[in-house]
């Protein structure tokens, strides 16, 4: 088949790999029909090589037909259409019953230290195969597939495999009040829909920033009151307090993470880590690795007091310096994680209805077929053609 590997930094190809198949009677392989990138993919792409080996499969953002089931798999058969979770999940385990699929006892990946293992995610998460493929394995065909309705396009349905609940589990864990405020930082594909998400859910005033034209000019489109930090830079604070009778905004949700603008110094150091031999690099990165923290610092400053911090940003640092005299002062509760998709699902799919009221049929801006993978994933990080969402066709 024909698959999106990791040759290096900021190296990605479509090679003929070998086709994958059942090595577990509870396993299912999908034809994948659609497959997104996804922000945190260039974290991969640019920063993150220590953890991965050339010939990694990309892509956790799947979805397309079953094409084979193991004999253990009861509530799934060939033809069905299914999305998968971001997060490998087995959805019977003590943490899966309290929704926290992101934290899998079964699939915990305990030699790193981390939670649940991911799709295509370094060997940090497990390093299982992407979904960036024509064909993918998927484990726990009962319990982990989302099976949706054949009919609508796959745009219906393909976001809830990391972009829906992602959004929807920040805006959850920014605890708005009703007709409450929020902040969301960072207009990407996550910011945008959970911005959406929070005035769908009841959010009076809506705040989207960030410096990207045409993300600014999308999330206003959709209701969302948009401020260019080009424009306010280091009074964005100030401002956002002028617009909240000078409190800032009930909650703040940080949709950026470690790819934030600014920090030089700090992005000059994941950059020299880059070119460091993997073993090595990968102790600098586990034990004095350091994010940009210019959104979170952001995030902290224009929430208001007894406010609320969602962090849906990847944060990948092991020494980042906290101002937690601040966090303190200022009575800060801060709630962060990845996605617990599973746990979202029964609450986001009645609202991919034909009314659509969040606008997932034309959240993609880009529809670009496997092959061009290499060069998607080069527009999207240099934020080229307006691209903010890039679907896959293998």
Partial sequence: MRALTWQGKRDVRVDTVPDPH??????????????????????LYEVMGPYLDPGDILGHEPMGIVEEAGPEVTSLAPGDRVVIPFNISCGHCFMCEQGLQSQCETTQVRERGTGAALFGYSKLYGQVPGGQAEYMRVPFGNTLPIKVPDGPPDERFVYLSDVLPTAWQAVEYADIPPGGSVTVLGLGPIGEMAARVALHRGARLVLGVDLVPTRLARAAHHGVTTMDLRRYGKGLGDAIRDLTDGRGTDAVIDAVGMEAHGAPVVKAAQWITGLLPDAFAERVMEHAAVDRLSALYTAIDVVRRGGTISLSGVYGGAADPLPLL???DKQIQLRMGQANVKRWVDDILPLLDDKDVLGVEGFATHRMPLEDGPKAYEMFQEKRDGMIKTLLKP
Wanted: glycine share 12%; net charge negative; proline share 4%.
């Fill in 22 to 43: 059942i090595k577990d009677p509870g396993d299912i392989v999908v034809r994948v029909t659609s497959t997104g990138i996804c922000g945190s993919d260039l974290h």
């Fill in 326 to 328: 601040t966090l303190f």
